[in-house]
T-cell receptor, first 115, second 111 residues
Framework: AQKITQTQPGMFVQEKEAVTLDCTYDTSDPSYGLFWYKQPSSGEMIFLIYQGSYDQQNATEGRYSLNFQKARKSANLVISASQLGDSAMYFCAMRPYSSASKIIFGSGTRLSIRP | EAQVTQNPRYLITVTGKKLTVTCSQNMNHEYMSWYRQDPGLGLRQIYYSMNVEVTDKGDVPEGYKVSRKEKRNFPLILESPSPNQTSLYFC??????????FGEGSRLTVL
């Protein structure tokens, strides 16, 4: 079965600290893509970062980086120097290339940044 | 501005009263999809469309219908809404291999 697991329902982090949001995935596809989305309290879904399963390097986008460990089937999101505006729900998602019509989402992690 | 537009954004209705949530994208994307978001369950795919006149069921299609008569529009139809369809609904589109672009969401309450 193809599945995304986010084991942290909620996290509290002090402002300016780095934070890691966990994501593990399960697929038998040799080729797949991994995504992270942010959902602030206003409700919209914002794309943050993408990692392809054959990418040699971990993806980075500004303060966001993806710690991709293929053997462990994990794709953790790292946010450096957290800001109050990072408080939001974060979703990990996967698209197996054999099933191009489907992007599977995890249940999400609610991140709260303390001032 | 590239965007996916959903309407209505908020709706309260009663059991059995047919409703349609519209979705329109201006990016000429072939692929469009509907998701529902429920607490603790993340986003689950309802229906998707790979192109005009091509639609297929996602993971939770029961109680929903869709149509894709034009490339830009992908309405979600609830023929006879029930309280278990109370949810936050997202329409999304993308290019092949790309990330999903989401609409702003439609919060539906069925009494």
């Amino acid at each position: 079965a193809q599945k995304i697991t986010q084991t942290q329902p909620g996290m509290f982090v002090q402002e300016k600290e780095a934070v890691t949001l966990d994501c593990t995935y399960d697929t038998s596809d040799p080729s797949y893509g991994l995504f992270w989305y942010k959902q602030p309290s206003s409700g919209e879904m914002i794309f943050l970062i993408y990692q392809g399963s054959y990418d040699q390097q971990n993806a980075t986008e500004g303060r966001y980086s993806l710690n991709f460990q293929k053997a462990r089937k994990s794709a953790n999101l790292v946010i450096s120097a957290s800001q109050l505006g990072d408080s939001a729900m974060y979703f990990c998602a996967m698209r197996p290339y054999s099933s191009a019509s489907k992007i599977i989402f995890g249940s999400g992690t609610r991140l709260s940044i303390r001032p | 501005e590239a965007q996916v537009t959903q309407n209505p954004r908020y709706l309260i209705t009663v059991t059995g009263k047919k409703l349609t949530v519209t979705c329109s994208q201006n990016m000429n994307h072939e692929y469009m999809s509907w998701y529902r978001q429920d607490p603790g369950l993340g986003l689950r795919q309802i229906y998707y469309s790979m192109n005009v006149e091509v639609t297929d069921k996602g993971d939770v299609p029961e109680g929903y219908k869709v149509s894709r008569k034009e490339k830009r529009n992908f309405p979600l139809i609830l023929e006879s809404p029930s309280p278990n369809q109370t949810s936050l609904y997202f329409c999304a589109s993308r290019i092949p291999g790309g990330e999903l672009f989401f609409g702003e969401g439609s919060r539906l309450t069925v009494l």
